[in-house]
């Protein structure tokens, strides 16, 4: 089972980023995937759910009406859109099936002027 996220960066209060991760080793239609994120000194956090065919979708309060996370199946790939964007979602995001013990490298996001 690997994940490979890309897409992070260094952006402005209120820009936009769109994550991707690319997922292998397992039937990537079956199962629901999430993303996560960890600042520095603090815990891992679950920031969005979708179910395997995206018809359930959940965020956390924090990023709720900001954030989309999306699936391709047919590419094996998690998206999640990242739109006014705040000091406080600077972090590494990383995606994961919870199903399986196992984190990719993760992608570091840097909001900040």
């Known amino acids: 089972v690997q994940f490979v996220e890309s897409g992070g960066g260094l952006v402005q209060p209120g820009g936009s980023l769109r994550l991707s991760c690319a997922a292998s080793?397992?039937?990537?239609?079956?199962?629901?995937m999430r993303w996560y994120r960890q600042a520095p000194g603090k815990e891992r956090e679950l920031v969005a759910h979708?179910?395997?065919?995206?018809?359930?979708?959940n965020y956390a309060d924090s990023v709720k009406g900001r954030f989309t996370i999306s699936r391709d199946n047919a590419k094996n790939t998690v998206y999640l859109q990242m739109n006014s964007l705040k000091p406080e979602d600077t972090a590494v995001y990383y995606c994961?099936?919870?199903?399986?013990?196992?984190w990719g490298q993760g992608t570091q996001v840097t909001v900040s002027s």
């Open positions: 994961k099936n919870p199903k399986f013990n196992s």
């Open positions: 080793g397992f039937t990537f239609n079956m199962y629901a």
């Open positions: 979708i179910d395997s065919i995206g018809s359930s979708i």
